[in-house]
């Protein structure tokens, strides 16, 4: 009985809610209808804009009670209301979220005096369920409707303030155009790192190697010891260029990611890294079915190189974890350190311990974005800095 009491409370809480926002809503709807008469009048077209992010406003107040009843998230789909007084009502009148919003308050105009039922409900549940629940020890029937009210409530406004087809279609072209200019930036900044490491470095040797060979033709002749000479160190030249080159060519695509999988390329480079990385495999070995496509591979080796990198440059820690995962979607990459944490999750603002808030933490998040993924850092300062990466594929 205390237990079905407890949870009618907090049904009634959320009623009393709801009824608030419903109270508030009528209210709020003649305002809209004065802002409606204005629009028609065009003197107050100003007005529609910011009566629409008003109700987006209102919408998401009740989503977010909606979630806090069922445990379910409801997703918003919005175009912004930017620019001129004409662009904004030209948005505010065509977004699929503004119809799906409009339905939802006139719906609710309807079914908010849903919680006015709970009034009687509760002297007539505690006088019944007292008897039937409290003495004869027999389920209660009465009190168990005021929850039912609240899931009514909130079936209703979930299916109501569920974004459309068209609004999440909308959406995922906005997310994918963002994704691939990312997609394309990245690319640019790869091809401008190939340039300069093969500038700075495999032509310089090159050039050196060509003027060295030269020198040695014109002494061959006349000093046949210093021509031995040009040529030993033109062989030592060809030896660097060709390191270089082996070093720009890992940059691009390991050859050990071809040859070894992931999994045997993340625990070579976690050897190499510098300080003492363990790394734990789920389900990505060679045994345990097929590899994921070349694209994702090459994400998450250089996620994991980033931000062992990272860890080893700036944290402060000589520890790090790195786990590599199959799951249903996809792959995930897990890296984490014990150092100092509070690096920012800020494009181009490089975090005060790992300063991964510049070039590095935003190179993975566009290598990541540019494959649907997903790339959460959690850093508080003080640590530990936790890099989790998932990016999707079919298996």
Known sequence: MGKTVRQAARATLQLIIAAAMAFGLYIFITVLLITAVATVAVVGAWMLPETVILIRRIAGAKRRQVAA??????????EPITGTVRERVRVAVRDPGTHTDAR???AYYVYGWLPCLMVPLWPLGLLVDGVW???????????????RLADLDAHWSETLLKPSPKARLA???QELTETRA???????????????DLHDGAQARLVSLSMRIGLAQRAYDRDPEGARKLLADAQEQAEAALAELRHVVRGIHPPI???RGLAGAVRALAAGSGIQATVSVDGLEDADGPRPP???????????AEALTNAAKHSGSDRAEVALARIRRGVRVLVRDDGRGGAEDLPGTPGPATAMGGSGLLGMRRRVAALDGTLTVTSPVGGPTMIEVELPCVW
Not at 69 to 78: C, F, K, L, Q
Not at 135 to 147: C, E, I
Not at 297 to 304: H, I, L, R, S
């Open 257 to 259: 990611l071809t040859d």
């Open 69 to 78: 009843w069922t445990g379910r998230d409801i997703p918003e789909a919005y």
């Open 104 to 106: 939802w308050m006139l």
């Open 171 to 173: 959406e995922r072209v």
């Open 294 to 304: 070349a694209a994702v591979e090459a994400a998450a080796y250089f996620v994991v």
């Open 182 to 196: 990312d997609a394309i930036a990245a690319h640019g900044a790869e091809l401008r790192r190939i340039e300069r």
């Open 133 to 147: 629940a409290g003495l004869l020890r027999r389920p209660a029937v009465v009190l168990p409707l005021v929850s």
